[in-house]
C-alpha cells in the first residue's frame, strides 16, 4: 500500500468518524430508534475511488472507534453497523465487476446499478442480520419474541433501503468529484 493510499485512508476514515459522532442525526420516524445519518457517504466514495481494500478499511477503523467511543444502545452495536455496509459495499462491487465488462454505460446508468445493488444486498443482510440476533440476550440482541422481531423488520427494511438511497447517489457523486481532482 503507497503512501497516498494510506492517506486516503486516513483522510477518510477521519471524516467518517468526525460524522458519525456529530450531532447530525435524524430518528426515523416511523421508528425513532432508528437514526438516519451521514457517516457512510465518505465511505462509498472511498470504496469508489480507492476499491475495496481502502473502503474495507475505513469501516473496520470506523467500527473500532464505535465500540472504544459510541458503541450505541447496545453494546454490539457497531457489529450491526459493520454488517449493513459491508454488505452494502459488497452489492456495489459485485456491480462494479458486472459493470467493468460492459464499461459503455452512461452515468446516469451506473449510479442505478449500483444504488439497487446496494439497497438490494442491504436489506437482504440487514433483515436476516436482525431476524437472526435481536432475539439473542444483551450485548448481541435485544431478548426480542419472535413477535416483535416480525413487526421490527419491515421497519429495517424501510430504513436500510432508503438510507442505501441516498448514501450511495451522493456517495457516487462526491467519488467522481475525488476523481476529477485527482486526475488533475
Known amino acids: 500500500m503507497n503512501t497516498r493510499t494510506i492517506a486516503a485512508i486516513i483522510i477518510f476514515a477521519a471524516l467518517t468518524i468526525v460524522l458519525n459522532l456529530s450531532p447530525l442525526k435524524i430518528p426515523a420516524p416511523y421508528a425513532p430508534f432508528l437514526i438516519y445519518q451521514i457517516w457512510e457517504i465518505p465511505i462509498v466514495a472511498a470504496f469508489l475511488v480507492y476499491g475495496a481494500r481502502v473502503g474495507f478499511l475505513i469501516t473496520v477503523v470506523n467500527t473500532l472507534v464505535l465500540f472504544v467511543v459510541y458503541p450505541g444502545a447496545l453494546p ?28 459503455s454505460k452512461s452515468e446516469p446508468v451506473v449510479a442505478t446499478l449500483l444504488t439497487a445493488s446496494g439497497v438490494a444486498l442491504r436489506v437482504l443482510a440487514m433483515t436476516l442480520v436482525n431476524y437472526v440476533f435481536l432475539r439473542l440476550p444483551s450485548p448481541i440482541g435485544y431478548s426480542l419474541p419472535e413477535e416483535a422481531i416480525i413487526a421490527t423488520i419491515p421497519l429495517v427494511v424501510i430504513f436500510n433501503a432508503t438510507l442505501a438511497l441516498y448514501t450511495i447517489p451522493i456517495g457516487y457523486s462526491l467519488a467522481r468529484t475525488v476523481k476529477a481532482y485527482i486526475k488533475n
Open 76 to 103: 454490539t452495536g457497531p457489529l450491526y453497523n459493520l454488517a449493513a455496509i459491508l454488505s452494502m459495499l459488497l452489492g456495489l462491487g459485485i456491480t462494479q465487476v458486472l459493470i467493468g465488462r460492459h464499461s
